[in-house]
């Protein structure tokens, strides 16, 4: 296990020894945001959605399976001879997440673990276009805030880190509602 892992560990358990906190429940959450694809040099930005479920170990511990989505279509990167390329992702993510009070209104959160994204990427090369089709297990990490809206619901603001395989990443930043149970 290498160190930054194990650090990661060792701090999500630490979260799990603080006091009960409001969002003990479990969730189902929807959010919505900007991304920023990149591979290289390229970049192209837009839409991703994501949905997901919660389950609580503790006040201050879940584990969380979500899905993701490049809501707003292929996003269109250009290269070194300007063609073109587009990319369509989408996938799901599996996390621990560590939850910390910050006030008596305010919770910091932070999430690690993996995500699968499927990729379909159409490019040129040697003057024909291609089309490829590639997936792939990669490391997933986040960091939030949420605020109570009411007794069973929370807003959250999020920023995560999807890399993704082939040397694709997305940074994207989230606004999102969870709904306690």
Same mark, same amino acid.
């Given at each position: 296990?290498?160190?930054?892992?194990? /650090?990661?560990?060792? @701090? !999500?358990?630490?979260?799990?020894?603080?006091?009960?906190?409001?969002? $003990? %429940?479990?969730? *189902?959450?929807?959010?919505?945001?900007?991304?920023?694809?990149?591979?290289?040099?390229?970049?192209?930005?837009?839409?991703?959605?994501?949905?997901?479920?919660?389950?609580?170990?503790?006040?201050?511990?879940?584990?969380?399976?979500?899905?993701?989505?490049?809501?707003?279509?292929?996003?269109?990167?250009?290269?070194?001879?300007?063609?073109?390329?587009?990319?369509?992702?989408? /996938?799901?993510?599996? @996390? !621990?997440?560590?939850?910390?009070?910050?006030?008596?209104?305010?919770? $910091? %959160?932070?999430? *690690?673990?993996?995500?699968?994204?499927?990729?379909?990427?159409?490019?040129?090369?040697?003057?024909?276009?291609?089309?490829?089709?590639?997936?792939?297990?990669?490391?997933?990490?986040?960091?939030?805030?949420?605020?109570?809206?009411?007794?069973?619901?929370?807003?959250?603001?999020?920023?995560?880190?999807?890399?993704?395989?082939?040397?694709?990443?997305?940074?994207?930043?989230?606004?999102?509602?969870?709904? !306690?149970?």
């Amino acid at each position: 296990m290498k160190l930054s892992h194990a /650090g990661g560990t060792l @701090a !999500l358990l630490a979260c799990s020894l603080l006091p009960a906190t409001a969002s $003990a %429940y479990n969730q *189902v959450y929807f959010q919505g945001g900007y991304s920023n694809l990149t591979v290289g040099d390229n970049h192209d930005s837009g839409w991703i959605t994501q949905v997901g479920y919660s389950f609580a170990f503790t006040y201050s511990m879940s584990l969380e399976a979500g899905i993701f989505s490049n809501a707003s279509g292929k996003a269109s990167l250009t290269d070194t001879d300007t063609h073109k390329e587009y990319v369509d992702y989408r /996938g799901a993510v599996m @996390a !621990l997440r560590g939850e910390l009070p910050i006030s008596n209104m305010l919770l $910091a %959160y932070g999430k *690690v673990g993996a995500n699968y994204t499927s990729l379909q990427y159409s490019h040129w090369g040697n003057g024909e276009r291609g089309n490829d089709e590639f997936g792939g297990v990669r490391p997933y990490v986040a960091v939030g805030i949420k605020a109570p809206f009411n007794h069973n619901l929370m807003v959250s603001g999020e920023m995560q880190y999807l890399d993704m395989p082939r040397g694709f990443s997305a940074n994207t930043f989230t606004l999102g509602l969870q709904f !306690l149970f």
